[in-house]
């Protein structure tokens, strides 16, 4: 099993819809998880940290589930500028430090 | 504050040539990390340096070689270029956060290289 795994899509939606992505990784000592975003072309981003309570910021809803080993992405009222991919990072190590590992990224295009 | 640079933009080899790629940060960053991004493969993380003076190797160090002499740099050097290295390669930093013993970053990534090895 890869140690980050996530659908890469594309998730062709309208504007306004709401969408989920989920994301599951192996190493269940893992203690931090993230959510990057990456514009085509571009440099991949910090969009969220992910808690274990769950956050929210504006739109984005970031959840973990520890039992199942997976994390989820959710984007209400979807905007044209929402069109990108978005790579799960975590950190697989339970202690010390740890390089972040990169999921290959789930592309999300909002179309009008 | 520019955060983090890369240097050149874009760059044409032939196979057997050498080249070096220039990464700079003005955060005062501690770690800076080389990454190579290519179809279907996401990001692999070539070689990273957790201080001044150290390096270690990532998941895909064979065939690039790294130095850390100054803090704010970070050199990805390619020796003896293949085909196989045509990607895109993003250098990063961050600074590391501690809660008990446990340690995150947030890494910052300059805008990429993009490499052609004909």
């Known amino acids: 099993r890869k140690e980050v795994e996530q659908d890469p899509g594309p998730f062709n939606v309208p504007e306004g819809a709401t969408v989920a992505f989920n994301c599951t990784y192996s190493?269940?000592?893992?203690?931090?998880f993230f959510w990057y975003r990456q514009d085509c072309r571009k440099e991949p981003k910090l969009l969220m940290s992910?808690?274990?309570s769950g956050n929210e910021d504006g739109r984005f809803t970031a959840q973990l589930n520890r039992a199942s080993q997976y994390i989820s992405l959710l984007i209400r009222d979807s905007k044209l500028s929402d069109s990108a991919t978005y790579l799960c990072?975590?950190?697989?190590?339970?202690?010390?430090?740890?390089?972040?590992?990169f999921g290959k990224g789930t592309m999300l295009l909002v179309s009008p | 504050n520019a955060g983090v640079t890369q240097t050149p933009k874009f760059r044409v080899l032939k196979t057997g040539q050498s080249m070096t790629l220039l990464c700079a940060q003005d955060m005062n960053h501690e770690y800076m990390y080389w990454y190579r991004q290519d179809p279907g493969m996401g990001l692999r993380l070539i070689h990273y340096s957790v201080g001044e003076g150290t390096t270690a190797k990532g998941e895909v160090p064979d065939g690039y070689n790294v130095s850390r002499l100054k803090k704010q740099n970070f050199l990805l050097g390619l020796e003896s270029a293949a085909p196989s290295q045509t990607s895109v390669y993003f250098c990063?930093?961050?600074?590391?956060?501690?809660?008990?013993?446990?340690?995150?970053?947030?890494?910052?990534f300059g805008p990429g290289t993009r490499l052609l090895v004909l």
């Open positions: 992910v808690y274990s």
């Open positions: 990063a930093s961050s600074y590391p956060e501690e809660s008990g013993r446990f340690v995150w970053e947030t890494q910052y």
């Open positions: 990072v975590v950190t697989p190590m339970n202690s010390g430090y740890s390089t972040l590992t």
């Open positions: 190493n269940s000592a893992s203690q931090s």
